[in-house]
């Protein structure tokens, strides 16, 4: 029997008490679900009914949302990826600098297209990937940079676009963490020729599963619209009883279109994503502000080009000293336990992440060179290491929560750093499943 006091080795924890649920839907999400239920369209490929349908509103509205020129809505974030890196030309055997710190999709996607997947480190101050990393890894088979604006910062945008502009390699903007964001007063996603959005359940905009990607170029729009349509663009909304889509085949698409039902939802729950945001923001400076008198525990801090900020998992990089040496894995379970809601260390770095696997790619007629050329193995990533040994993140609903919630957040924090001794006891290694 154990006599801690940590809730992980069966102590009374921080917090008893929910956290926000998420996602969220209100009677107003109710009511458009069921318009396109007693709706007679379902999906975009379906027979008009006479009306717009609700993707072409979304897609206007987030493009009015995020003062993008056009918005292509799509099943995921991954076919979001997918088909900005196709309408931007990525082939077989391109090379796609990603970073080494992200979610998996965005390698995958890379891999999906039978194009090389090159993994840049990232900058410790932001977690995104580094500019001057990314300029040394240019090779002349480079076909896009992608940026990802992970957690709550923005990469350098500034310094990508100029590298885009000079060398003419299209910048692909992964804002699948960043919806609302702003740099120097414009959203994210607006600086390269593509941003690409996830409305997956996590995500700060979401119907459960949906994508999108923004774009300022009409020509780059009319490629992505039929690659997600299957060949097809939409023409005028027309009669009822017969097909908004119009067959082009400029490109070979595929169907990844979002359902009218989701699309719906999206449309709905964008009207409440500032409010949303700003509360996030709120909490997450009265956490800071908590936090900033603790030494050992710090949150990342972003530059003035960074106007509007936003929060989808908040990260607190943590001295392993102050908490006895424990791992970041170690803390985070501790500190789940205390607040009863997943707190987690930042991903795997992809150098070494489980799910990219690129050797159980179908073989094809891929040669073992251009198998070792898509191996994640032969990066170092040692910014992306540091930030797995150091960092743990909250998920974004805990930052909906009343100020009394960091107050949970911060006590757990102190608490744990306090018994960090006795949680040295338990076990140190990665937990199973990561978020
Ligand atoms: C969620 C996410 C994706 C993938 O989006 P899905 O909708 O899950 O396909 C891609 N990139 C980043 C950074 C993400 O967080």
Redesign the pocket.
Known sequence: MSSSELAVLGGTPVRSALWPKWPRADQGTLNVVADVLSSARWAVSGASDGKVCYERRFAEAFAAYTGAGYCTPCT??????TIALQAAGVGRGDEVLVPGL??V??AS?VLALGAVPVLVDIDPATLAMSPDSAEAALTPRTAAIML?H?YCNLGDLDRFLAISQRTGIPLVE?C??AHGAQWRGRSVGTFGVAG?F???Q??LLTAG???AVITNSEGYHRRLEQFKCDGRLFGPTTAPGRLDLVEVASVQGQNFNLSELQAAVLLDRLAVLDEENATRALRAERLCGLLSGVPGVEALRSGDQVTRRTY?NLVLRLEPAAFAGCTADAVARALSAELGTQVSPVYVPLSRHRLLCPDKLPRGDLSDIELARRDPRQYELPNAEEARRRCVTLTQPVLLDDEGGMDDVAQAITKVMKLADELLTTPQGPSAQAF
């Open positions: 995921s974030g991954s076919s979001a990826l992200t979610w999709a965005c996607a990802v992970l992964d699948a963490q690409c996830s409305m997956q996590s995500k599963e949906g994508g989808y």
